[in-house]
T-cell receptor, first 115, second 111 residues
Framework: DAMVIQNPRYQVTQFGKPVTLSCSQT?????MYWYQQKSSQAPKLLFH???????NEADTPDNFQSRRPNTSFCFLDIRSPGLGDAAMYLC??????????????FGNGTRLTVT | GQQLNQSPQSMFIQEGEDVSMNCTSS?????WLWYKQDPGEGPVLLIA?????ELTSNGRLTAQFGITRKDSFLNISASIPSDVGIYFC???????????FGDGTTLTVKP
C-alpha cells in the first residue's frame, strides 16, 4: 500500500545533541510537510517542500532545519534540541498538480524525548 | 493568520449515542478536512469536502461544508468504543496546499 513512513517511531536525545528524523513516501506526492504536535494540541506546521522549493513558517525556530534529497525522502534536523522541543513530529504529503484537492496524508509520527 | 474554532473541546458519551462537532472560521476555505487521531499515531483522513454545501458520508460519519465556506460539521451516528480519539478539522486554501487545524475534539465513548 502507498504510504508515508516515519523512522524511528520513538527517539530519545540529550539536551543539545543534534537529532535527525526521517520520512519517506511511496505516494509520489510533490509536497512534503513537517508538523510539530504537543500533548493533544493541533499539529503546528514547521515548514514544507513543494518539489525542491523550501517554505519555512515565519515562527519556526532556526534550530529546526529540513532536507529533501529526492521526491521520496524528507528529513527534519534539530540542531540543538531543548526540553521544549519534546513533541510528536508528523510528516505529511499532499498530491501533485491538484492543489485544490490535496488532503494531507500523515505518517505515524516520531515521538521525540529530550533528556 | 487564519484560525479555526473547533467545538466542543471534549465529549463524554454513551455507546450508541450520536455525536456532533463543528468548526468555524473567520475567513473562508476552499476545502474542509476531518481527521481522527488515535494515541501515538498520526492523524487519519476521515472525510474531505471540496464544495460549499457538500454533504458527504463515510460509513457512520457524515460531514458538511457550510454554505458560507466558513464552517463545517462532523456527525458520528451510533457511536462505538473504537470511535474514541481526537478529531481534528482542517481548512485549506486553494493553491497553498497548507492546512490550518482546529484544536481538536477529544471523544470518549463509555461502553
Amino acid at each position: 500500500d502507498a504510504m508515508v513512513i516515519q523512522n524511528p517511531r520513538y527517539q530519545v536525545t540529550q539536551f543539545g545533541k543534534p537529532v535527525t528524523l526521517s520520512c519517506s513516501q511511496t505516494l509520489n506526492h510533490n509536497v512534503m510537510y513537517w508538523y510539530q504536535q504537543k500533548s493533544s494540541q493541533a499539529p503546528k506546521l514547521l515548514f514544507h517542500y513543494y518539489d525542491k522549493d523550501f517554505n519555512n513558517e515565519a515562527d519556526t525556530p532556526d534550530n529546526f532545519q529540513s532536507r529533501r534529497p529526492n521526491t521520496s525522502f524528507c528529513f527534519l534536523d534539530i540542531r540543538s534540541p531543548g526540553l521544549g522541543d519534546a513533541a510528536m513530529y508528523l510528516c505529511a504529503t499532499s498530491s501533485p498538480g491538484t492543489m485544490k484537492k490535496s488532503p494531507l496524508h500523515f505518517g505515524n509520527g516520531t515521538r521525540l524525548t529530550v533528556t | 493568520g487564519q484560525q479555526l474554532n473547533q467545538s466542543p473541546q471534549s465529549m463524554f458519551i454513551q455507546e450508541g449515542e450520536d455525536v456532533s462537532m463543528n468548526c468555524t472560521s473567520s475567513s473562508i476555505f476552499n476545502t474542509w478536512l476531518w481527521y481522527k487521531q488515535d494515541p501515538g499515531e498520526g492523524p487519519v483522513l476521515l472525510i474531505a469536502l471540496y464544495k460549499a454545501g457538500e454533504l458527504t458520508s463515510n460509513g457512520r460519519l457524515t460531514a458538511q461544508f457550510g454554505i458560507t465556506r466558513k464552517d463545517s460539521f462532523l456527525n458520528i451516528s451510533a457511536s462505538i468504543p473504537s470511535d474514541v480519539g481526537i478529531y481534528f478539522c482542517a481548512g485549506q486554501l486553494a493553491g497553498t496546499g497548507k492546512s490550518t487545524f482546529g484544536d481538536g475534539t477529544t471523544l470518549t465513548v463509555k461502553p
